[in-house]
């Protein structure tokens, strides 16, 4: 074969004969690989985590569980979502697609609470209250207005009883002061 295009092993140039039967070779062996992959046999494959996204398969994430509005399950709502939105970010264009989608997955009571946000948005657009505005176009703003809702009450008077019912399981000594006279 050649070293370069045009030329032979020995820096000659190849006539079209010799041309002709170098892109037969070729074209063999392309069609021999395209036969591979089409078979599905033989074919080289990518080993976990090369090649670009839309070369590999991705591992398909279920939707996060819905959220009824209660107290309990908020908590493991807002991580699931968090985790769908990182693991899917390119297919949430906007704040307000994430926004949406999270609207999506609400229901009950949590639903009661997000269905006049999303019909002052629906009905008056730019003319949408503030408050509209604010959570439909920023996660974290709905995350926060959502928490507001539905999330503890008083978290500071609820660590306060945490702290409280906590058990010792070690010796523990206090420090005592003395004065010198």
């Known amino acids: 074969m050649s070293s370069s295009a045009g030329t032979s092993t020995q820096g000659e140039p190849l006539n079209a004969t010799a041309l002709n039967r170098q892109l037969k070779v070729m074209q063999d062996r392309i069609n021999q690989?395209?036969?591979?992959?089409?078979?599905?046999?033989?074919?080289?494959?990518?080993?976990?985590?090369?090649?670009?996204?839309?070369?590999?398969?991705?591992v398909k994430l279920s939707a996060p569980?819905?959220?009824?509005?209660?107290?309990?399950?908020?908590?493991?709502?807002?991580i699931q979502m968090q985790a769908y939105l990182h693991f899917y970010e390119d297919q949430f264009a906007s704040e307000f697609e994430k926004v949406t989608y999270a609207g999506t997955r609400l229901v009950d009571k949590a639903l009661t609470w997000f269905e006049p946000i999303l019909k002052d948005y629906y009905e008056n657009g730019d003319q949408a209250t503030d408050f509209t505005k604010?959570?439909?176009n920023s996660y974290a703003d709905f995350t926060e207005a959502l928490?507001?809702?539905?999330?503890?009450?008083?978290e500071a008077r609820r660590a306060q009883e945490r702290l409280?019912?906590?058990?010792?399981?070690?010796?523990?000594?206090?420090a005592t002061s003395t004065t010198t006279g």
């Open 33 to 58: 690989l395209e036969a591979q992959l089409q078979a599905g046999s033989g074919a080289p494959r990518a080993k976990a985590g090369e090649g670009t996204p839309k070369e590999r398969k991705r």
């Open 147 to 154: 928490s507001r809702v539905f999330g503890e009450k008083d």
């Open 65 to 78: 569980r819905e959220f009824d509005g209660q107290q309990a399950a908020l908590a493991g709502f807002l």
């Open 134 to 136: 604010k959570v439909l």
């Open 164 to 174: 409280t019912h906590l058990r010792q399981t070690k010796m523990h000594f206090a």
